[in-house]
């Protein structure tokens, strides 16, 4: 039997864990915590907007029959009645004949019918020189010309952005009902691991996939937390693991899956018999393990270690879980086309996923492979901002070719 008729599709691999998330329960929300998360409910918007007839401009609150005719050469003279600034809460009226010093956004008095702007005036305190006549109505803003009490403010499904922030504070609404971010416990296996910015020893390397990793949950809206990486010691891995799951509504381990002698994490799981550990016909990514774990059937994704697969997995399997969790869609990023710049090659059976520079362009974007294949190469991953994906039957394609492309800064 080859290898590759052993492998698990990567389909088949994420609609199982797919199958296996659950979308967390839903809650009201902070507004601000709730960007880019989907409204679960339409919102209706309890008020108004403006909420009031108010003034456009600084100048005078004006009747618009007492200064029709006015002109720089015949000025309009008024006397100053009085004074309303923005957050005035005293109500004010007018009577004809006179005028009333306004601010941009104060309400505008009751018998008001038109604003003049301070520029079109002597800007006078207790007589005014109306210079200009307005127009009736000119610069008061009214209320509801904008959004009406009982109109749709956000609909369910629409993604909350920084407009629609906006909208929701101006309305008065300061929580929305969204799924939360799942709360996501990072850990990395190795005993070769040190943190940045520690002293290295000679055989041991610095641990980029926690922190790698922990970035990537955080571009997906997720909460991380990072643990420090353990031992390969599968006693102190699931201590580490058992303590860490309070916090977590999802577990990601990198490292620690393969068919070493020190693959600790498949070691210590299969002990609990939860996960199951598989390989998947991709490359980078190939050694996958997924289950439940804990009181809470904690979903855990343990990725292989080697950098690149790491987080490549991350794309492929946990960013879709976690927008699941969250009840967004689409959960897989959608791929474009590019035309790639030059020839590469692929492993028959395996779908393969190389980094890419991708530039849109008009007439037809483009993309130029980046680093080699090496699932090692961060240097590579680090200019990339595309994964070229080649299908499993693939094995070469010629530079010019067009080929599907994942845009991994893009919103989905
Ligand atoms: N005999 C075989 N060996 C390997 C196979 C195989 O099928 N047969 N598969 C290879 C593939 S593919 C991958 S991917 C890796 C996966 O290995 P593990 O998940 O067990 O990961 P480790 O052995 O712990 O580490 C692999 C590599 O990555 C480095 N690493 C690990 N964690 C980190 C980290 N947090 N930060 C930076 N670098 C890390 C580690 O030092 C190793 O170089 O197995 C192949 N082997
Ligand atoms: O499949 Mo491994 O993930 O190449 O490097």
New binding site residues.
């Given amino acids: 039997m080859s290898e590759n008729s052993s492998l698990r599709g990567v389909d088949e691999h994420l609609a199982s864990i797919l199958d296996q998330i659950r979308e967390l329960p839903a809650y009201d929300q902070p507004l601000l915590e709730t960007l880019g998360l989907p409204a679960v409910d339409d919102v209706i918007s309890p008020l108004s907007l403006p909420i009031f007839d108010n003034s456009a401009m600084d100048g005078y609150a004006v009747v618009f029959r007492d200064v029709a005719e006015a002109t720089p050469d015949r000025p309009v003279h008024l006397p100053v009645v009085g004074e309303i600034a923005a957050g005035q809460t005293q109500i004010f009226a007018m009577s004809p004949g006179t005028a009333v010093r306004i601010m941009t956004g104060a309400p505008i008095p009751t018998g008001c019918t038109a604003v003049v702007p301070v520029e079109d005036t002597d800007d006078g305190v207790a007589t005014v020189q109306i210079r200009r006549a307005p127009r009736e109505g000119q610069h008061i803003r009214r209320a509801g010309e904008d959004v009406k009490e009982g109109d749709v403010v956000l609909r369910q499904g629409e993604r909350i952005d920084a407009r629609r922030v906006g909208l929701l504070a101006s309305v008065g609404v300061g929580r929305i009902i969204t799924r939360p971010r799942p709360r996501v416990v990072v850990m990395?296996?190795?005993s070769?691991?040190v943190d940045p910015g520690e002293q290295l020893a000679r055989d041991s390397?610095?641990?980029?996939?926690?922190y790698l990793l922990a970035a990537a949950v955080r571009q997906a809206g997720a909460i991380a937390y990072r643990v420090a990486?353990t031992p390969d010691d599968p006693e102190t891995f699931v201590e580490a693991l058992t303590d860490q799951l309070v916090r977590a509504d999802v577990v990601v381990t990198?490292?620690?899956?393969?068919?070493?002698t020190h693959?600790v994490?498949?070691e210590a799981l299969s002990q609990l018999g939860t996960v199951e550990f598989c390989?998947v016909a991709m490359?980078?990514?190939?050694?996958q393990g997924f289950g439940v774990i804990g009181e809470d059937d904690t979903p855990i994704f343990t990725?292989?270690?080697?950098?690149v697969?790491?987080y490549v997995s991350f794309e492929v399997f946990v960013a879709p879980a976690l927008r699941k969790m969250m009840g967004r869609t689409p959960y897989s990023r959608s791929l474009v086309r590019a035309r790639i710049t030059s020839e590469v090659s692929s492993m028959k059976g395996r779908r393969q996923f190389l980094r890419g520079f991708f530039e849109p362009r008009v007439g037809g974007s483009v993309v130029t492979p980046v680093g080699g294949p090496g699932?090692?190469l961060m240097g590579g991953l680090a200019q990339a901002n595309a994964l070229i994906v080649l299908a499993e039957d693939v094995t070469t394609v010629p530079a010019e070719a067009d080929v599907p492309v994942m845009l991994l800064d893009r919103e989905y």
């Avoid at 390397?205 to 926690?210: E, K, R, T, V």
């Avoid at 990725?303 to 950098?307: A, S, T």
């Fill in positions: 990395s296996t190795g070769e691991l390397i610095y641990d980029s996939n926690s990486a990198s490292g620690g899956v393969s068919k070493g693959d994490v498949k390989e490359q980078p990514g190939k050694p990725l292989p270690g080697n950098p697969s790491s699932s090692h």
